[in-house]
């Protein structure tokens, strides 16, 4: 349609131009030519604006709409000194960059590296032409970081090797934060100042940990405010989550619900951000989605209860991921209006196999997801660099891009125009002395290809902007990201085309966003209320003639009111008493909740713990305890290894415990204490085991199949789906995780007394049991195969355990042992015995024999091994700490007297 105006237009303004030279009349000459040039506006200038982002090796094809290469292209030129074989040896002051990114995902990402650098050095093709020093130049190589940690570290290390264990002057990279955070670190070790295109962890802005490393982007804590910033621009105060299990995607997902949940009165007005749904996706080794944990997932969405349930999803995962969960979701036919919310991992991206993914879609509907991406500004420094881009492709022989490929992309440019402007003002002798080149990096500020380039402090990009897509289909073909606005990171920023948007199931152009709610069905008039209200007409009929009653019997009151005085003078002495006597019980109670707490304060702690300043305690595969939970552990899993194993000997949180354990007894109630599992999901296991108040906290639970409450289950392979994917960080007591490893909890649970449920989400407490008048302690069922326990209070289970594992072949490094009789014959087995070499007047009773067996000290007597008392444990148990500090697995343990 808009060639062929162009074409009605050029032929209008012809004629036009005919008549104005036949004409003979001034004043008829003059409307003419305003048509005249009115046409030539719409025949002309539009060839002209296509044309104008073509570079000058390159035209604009009207038949292939867009740009291609002259068949005589010039040859490119090459500045005096210009390296000609980027892999030759480094020489001068030349300048070595390093690019790491997964070439799988960014299929673009290479060749766009090269050019970029090569464009760099080429000194006339007027593109940053005065950014090089004189006789400087670039080198550089690409490797593939892909998205994990273990292969970008490898990767950087293979660079060194191929260039003589010499590295890099600057790093640009990685795509994904796991991969960043561990090329920062070996990449750190070398002094070598990285800059990410595309990273956004948030603990990558710990200048402690990773002082050389910076980004053309910004954090995730900036992104999960300018998500929350958007949703608050669509009044939404409801949603709900899905993020796969990755390091980023848990990252996020903890940033945004900290902003979200809660009470606010900002610029939007009063709300209160609410979760209705929180499920965490498991990605398989192969780093393919877990289809099972996708529809497990998407089942447990409340879709039956208008009242908990919510419309907009907010789902956080990578876009080889993404796709497949959407997919999934539009064959289960799952809540066809869901507005999909995508984060910049995902959106403005596209499914790898379009055809397939679009064929689970009704042909007249649109997908309606939207998305929220770093802002790209198409400025004229965009446009320079695409023509000189789209100049050096033809000369090469390559088909030039119609425009550069998102905002990753022009990311990853300005990454590398900041890198090189840092090195080439840092003399060339400190250019592998990370705070010499940071400290000029952090000064930047320039129009790059994506917009305004400046750091903070901490090395993120500054004052980030964010673009907002909707993902439909276009004039009723495919479908395609169209802008619909912008945001910045604080609520009140967002600008919206409501009139550009289309929601699925819903249409497009509502002038305002559908509800986040479902509407909950008003209540019909049912055959019961006339009754109820002819009920209600006899009971006033027989109240007026009960009142008529009264009245004649008035009189005869009167006589008796002067006794009632009487009477109600002797009740209020008896009220006055009861009065007292209540005062009397309320302090009788705050004292017995008070020696209660006592009580528990002295109690003693649990038999395997030892003296330690330390709240996790490591058990080594030399303990039996360590088999014990491991032993519990493979019940359900069998492919289980343990590689790190904590005791919790959190003081405070177990005294809290078992006050609730002796209130139960109190009551009459038998604590019915389980072992059973629980895992955190996103949330970071220290926030329980280092509380020290409450440990387990109902302010942290999410809504499942029984309500908000905190779930623990009989099943480890259970529990296994809501395990914490650990991460490096610079605070936590655990040491940095290895791959493909998940936590979760073995605890100790009062149960109490248990009502068994079917499922209900609308649960807040227990119900009542109608045999005592009082609530039950826990609510249980079974799902996924699990039987599963619900409490609806803080305090009810203690951490006993953390447990950090991996599923598949056994690792030597991690899991030195393949059994529990393997440990044992290692030497180091915490089961020896120890001779005395004379009987101790401190121990009663004496013997020529030790050993300490589940956690317990015991002697040889003639009936067998019996465990000595408590006092006694603490003794030998306190001189055996004493001893170990220096003992060696030969070392043999000798009593004489007091002393070992």
């Known amino acids: 349609l808009e060639k062929t105006t162009q074409r009605v237009f050029i032929w209008a303004s012809f004629n036009l131009m005919w008549t104005f030279k036949m004409s003979s009349k001034a004043k008829d000459k003059l409307p003419l030519l305003f048509a005249l040039v009115y046409c030539l506006s719409f025949s002309v200038l539009p060839s002209i604006a296509t044309s104008a982002v073509c570079g000058p090796s390159t035209f604009y094809d009207d038949t292939n709409d867009g740009c291609i290469c002259n068949t005589d292209p010039p040859q490119r030129r090459r500045s005096n000194g210009e390296p000609g074989n980027r892999e030759r040896k480094l020489v001068n002051d030349n300048i070595r960059l390093l690019g790491l990114f997964d070439t799988e995902s960014w299929d673009w990402g290479e060749e766009l590296f090269n050019y970029t650098l090569s464009m760099i050095n080429d000194r006339n093709d007027g593109w940053q032409d005065d950014i090089m020093g004189n006789g400087t130049f670039l080198e550089w190589d690409v490797k593939n970081s892909a998205c994990d940690g273990t292969t970008a570290s490898r990767a950087y290390w293979a660079d060194r090797t191929d260039n003589d264990d010499i590295p890099p002057h600057g790093l640009v990279g990685c795509r994904c934060s796991a991969a960043s955070i561990s090329s920062a670190n070996v990449a750190g070790l070398d002094g070598v100042t990285q800059v990410s295109p595309a990273s956004t962890a948030k603990e990558l802005s710990d200048k402690s940990q990773y002082p050389f490393f910076a980004r053309t982007v910004a954090s995730n804590l900036f992104l999960s405010k300018a998500i929350v910033a958007t949703f608050r621009g669509f009044n939404w105060d409801r949603v709900s989550i899905l993020q796969t299990d990755t390091k980023f995607s848990t990252g996020l997902s903890t940033d945004f619900q900290q902003l979200w949940t809660g009470e606010h009165d900002d610029e939007s007005g009063i709300w209160e951000g609410d979760i209705a749904y929180s499920h965490s996706i498991v990605i398989n080794q192969d780093e393919t989605v877990n289809e099972e944990s996708v529809r497990r997932a998407l089942n447990g969405v409340p879709t039956d209860d208008p009242i908990n349930n919510s419309r907009v999803i907010l789902l956080i995962a990578h876009d080889q991921h993404a796709f497949s969960v959407l997919k999934t979701a539009a064959e289960m036919k799952f809540q066809p209006d869901t507005i999909w919310i995508g984060v910049d991992a995902w959106s403005n991206r596209y499914p790898s196999n379009m055809e397939d993914f679009m064929s689970v879609f009704p042909s007249d509907d649109h997908p309606g997801y939207l998305g929220i991406t770093p802002y790209l500004k198409k400025n004229d420094d965009n446009l320079n660099f695409l023509s000189t881009l789209q100049e050096a492709q033809c000369r090469d022989g390559n088909m030039p891009w119609p425009e550069v490929p998102g905002h990753a992309a022009a990311q990853m440019v300005d990454s590398i125009l900041a890198l090189v402007r840092a090195l080439v003002a840092t003399p060339s002798k400190e250019r592998r002395n990370g705070t010499a080149v940071m400290s000029h990096l952090l000064d930047l500020d320039f129009d790059g290809v994506g917009g305004r380039v400046r750091f903070t402090p901490s090395g993120d990009r500054e004052d980030p902007q964010y673009s907002l897509f909707n993902f439909r289909r276009v004039n009723g073909g495919g479908p395609s990201w169209v802008d619909i606005g912008k945001t910045g990171s604080e609520i009140g920023s967002t600008?919206?085309?409501?009139?550009?948007?289309?929601?699925?199931?819903?249409?497009?152009?509502?002038?305002?966003?559908?509800?986040?709610?479902?509407?909950?069905?008003?209540?019909?008039?049912?055959?019961?209320?006339?009754?109820?209200?002819?009920?209600?007409?006899?009971?006033?009929?027989?109240?007026?003639?009960?009142?008529?009653?009264?009245?004649?019997?008035?009189?005869?009151?009167?006589?008796?009111?002067?006794?009632?005085?009487?009477?109600?003078?002797?009740?209020?002495?008896?009220?006055?008493?009861?009065?007292?006597?209540?005062?009397?019980?309320?302090?009788?109670?705050?004292?017995?909740?008070?020696?209660?707490?006592?009580?528990?304060?002295?109690?003693?702690?649990?038999?395997?713990?030892?003296?330690?300043?330390?709240?996790?305690?490591?058990?080594?595969?030399?303990?039996?305890?360590?088999?014990?939970?491991?032993?519990?552990?493979?019940?359900?899993?069998?492919?289980?290894?343990?590689?790190?194993?904590?005791?919790?000997?959190?003081k405070s949180l177990w005294s809290y415990y078992s006050f609730h354990k002796d209130r139960l007894e109190m009551n009459n109630i038998q604590p019915n204490e389980r072992r059973v599992w629980h895992g955190t999901s996103s949330l970071d296991p220290s926030i329980v085991y280092a509380d020290k108040m409450d440990g387990f906290m109902m302010q942290f639970a999410a809504k499942g199949f029984w309500g908000r409450g905190i779930y623990f289950a009989d099943k480890a392979s259970y529990s296994k789906n809501y395990s914490h994917t650990p991460v490096k960080s610079q605070t936590s007591d655990r040491p940095a995780p290895k791959k493909a490893e998940l936590e979760m909890f073995l605890t100790r649970l009062l149960v109490g007394k248990e009502v068994e449920l079917n499922q209900n989400m609308a649960l807040t407490v227990p119900p009542i049991d109608s045999k005592t008048g009082m609530k039950y302690n826990s609510v249980t069922g079974n799902t996924a195969g699990s039987q599963v326990w619900i409490v609806y209070e803080n305090g009810r289970a203690y951490?006993?355990?953390?447990?950090?594992?991996?599923?598949?072949?056994?690792?030597?490094?991690?899991?030195?042992?393949?059994?529990?009789?393997?440990?044992?014959?290692?030497?180091?087995?915490?089961?020896?015995?120890?001779?005395?070499?004379?009987?101790?007047?401190?121990?009663?009773?004496?013997?020529?024999?030790?050993?300490?067996?589940?956690?317990?000290?015991?002697?040889?007597?003639?009936?067998?091994?019996?465990?000595?008392?408590?006092?006694?444990?603490?003794?030998?148990?306190?001189?055996f700490q004493d001893f170990s500090v220096t003992a060696t697995s030969s070392s043999i343990v000798v009593i004489k007297g007091p002393e070992w």
């Open 495 to 650: 600008e919206i085309d409501m009139n550009e948007i289309c929601f699925a199931d819903v249409g497009c152009g509502l002038g305002s966003a559908p509800s986040d709610s479902y509407p909950v069905p008003e209540p019909q008039l049912v055959l019961w209320i006339p009754i109820v209200i002819g009920i209600i007409t006899v009971l006033l009929v027989g109240a007026t003639f009960s009142y008529l009653r009264v009245a004649r019997k008035k009189k005869q009151l009167k006589s008796q009111m002067t006794e009632m005085q009487k009477k109600i003078e002797a009740i209020k002495n008896i009220d006055n008493d009861l009065d007292n006597i209540n005062q009397v019980v309320d302090n009788a109670k705050k004292r017995q909740a008070s020696l209660i707490m006592k009580r528990a304060a002295l109690q003693g702690t649990p038999s395997t713990w030892i003296e330690s300043p330390e709240t996790l305690v490591p058990v080594t595969p030399e303990d039996e305890e360590y088999w014990s939970v491991f032993e519990k552990m493979r019940v359900t899993i069998p492919n289980v290894h343990i590689s790190k194993l904590w005791r919790v000997q959190n």
């Open 799 to 879: 951490p006993e355990y953390l447990v950090r594992y991996y599923v598949g072949s056994r690792d030597e490094s991690r899991s030195p042992y393949e059994s529990k009789k393997e440990a044992s014959k290692s030497g180091r087995w915490r089961s020896c015995s120890f001779e005395l070499d004379m009987p101790t007047s401190n121990l009663q009773p004496n013997s020529s024999q030790l050993t300490v067996r589940q956690g317990f000290w015991e002697y040889l007597s003639d009936s067998g091994w019996v465990a000595y008392d408590a006092a006694n444990q603490a003794l030998i148990e306190r001189t």
